[in-house]
């Protein structure tokens, strides 16, 4: 697949000097994949082309990093090593101590943690670095390391960003068509119904688009995961599904709905607005939008509802932040 590269004149730095040499250095750096140490790299230029010192090599990789392009990793060899920052959110890593290559993932339970953790000390978080180290499957077995093994590109990202999605969409079409199948207010069931077609119809343009992804790498599907969504992949809907099943009455339902849509909603957006401007990173904030359609029609519907049952004054408190 084409990668565009980013628009360097844009990410110049102020007062920063654009050059030939800078240009191809970027360059060459931008097709490599994974975590080179500056030497790495001078190697892959020098092979290039004679004339570019080392020093201009490390210079415009400290360039690379003021503009955004690059970004320093520490795995701890007593030297730095850098990744493409560009189109590439921040990750965490494993490192094999015996081949020292190097395997990427993002995890939102782990930064729901971390930012449990910071909040609870009152810290304010700016970075935050995950590195486990061990041995990696092919020095432990023997075998040789798969080529889809190391980095990740847009292609992994779009397909963990609509694996996500299409799980949400599943467990979001389950709550609707149980709550649907429960409600005895015939208003609230239509809207129920409603919103079960439409996650059916949404499920259906992400499967097709996941097919379509598939179609341009055929080994795409065998690559190892990146984003690890856990708790969010089976749990924005399937705990209100859950909670279906006590035995509610049609507001609590919609106030379940809504819990949920809230939830994923600001999952998404804050993902999404988290990535750098990807495949993935427009399936997250495309998705938000729809929670967010979702959660507006559910909380009309709930007001609609109250004010239906003459429950007004306790059902506000519910809905909106009580007020002092
Ligand atoms: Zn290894
Ligand atoms: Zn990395």
Redesign the pocket.
């Known amino acids: 697949m084409a990668t565009a590269f980013p628009d360097f004149s844009r990410l110049k730095p102020e007062g920063g000097k654009r050059s030939s040499k800078r240009e191809q250095i970027v360059n060459v750096f931008l097709r490599q994949e994974?975590?080179l140490s500056a030497d790495d790299l001078v190697d892959i230029i020098r092979r290039e082309d004679q004339r570019i010192s080392r020093a201009t090599v490390y210079r415009t990789l400290q360039w690379m990093v003021d503009a955004g392009i690059a970004?320093k990793?520490d795995f701890g060899e007593g030297r730095f090593r850098f990744?493409h920052s560009y189109r590439?959110p921040r990750?965490f890593?494993l490192i094999c101590k015996n081949c020292h290559r190097?395997f990427?993932f993002l995890s939102s339970d782990i930064e729901a943690l971390i930012e449990e953790v910071s909040g609870a000390r009152a810290f304010t978080p700016s970075q935050s670095v995950v590195q486990i180290y061990g041995t990696c499957e092919s020095c432990r077995t023997g075998r040789p390391a798969s080529p889809t093994d190391s980095g990740h590109t847009d292609l992994v990202f779009a397909r963990d960003a609509l694996r996500i999605a299409i799980a949400t969409e599943r467990s979001g079409l389950e709550f609707y068509t149980r709550a649907a199948g429960l409600t005895k207010d015939a208003r609230g069931r239509s809207v129920f119904e409603r919103l079960a077609a439409e996650e059916g119809e949404h499920l259906g343009t992400l499967e097709k688009r996941y097919g379509e992804l598939l179609a341009k790498d055929p080994q795409l599907e065998s690559k190892p995961t990146f984003l690890f969504f856990k708790g969010a992949a089976s749990g924005l809907f399937a705990e209100g599904a859950a909670k279906l099943r006590e035995g509610v009455n049609d507001l609590q339902a919609l106030l379940i709905g809504i819990k949920c849509e809230r939830g994923s909603h600001k999952f998404f957006k804050r993902y999404g607005e988290r990535f750098e401007d990807s495949e993935g990173k427009r399936i997250f904030l495309e998705f938000a939008d729809e929670e967010r359609a979702h959660l507006d029609l559910l909380i009309s519907e709930y007001r609609a509802l109250v004010e239906r049952q003459n429950q007004r004054p306790a059902a506000r408190v519910a809905v909106a932040k009580p007020r002092r």
């Open positions: 994974g975590h970004r990793v990744e590439q990750h890593h190097s990427e």
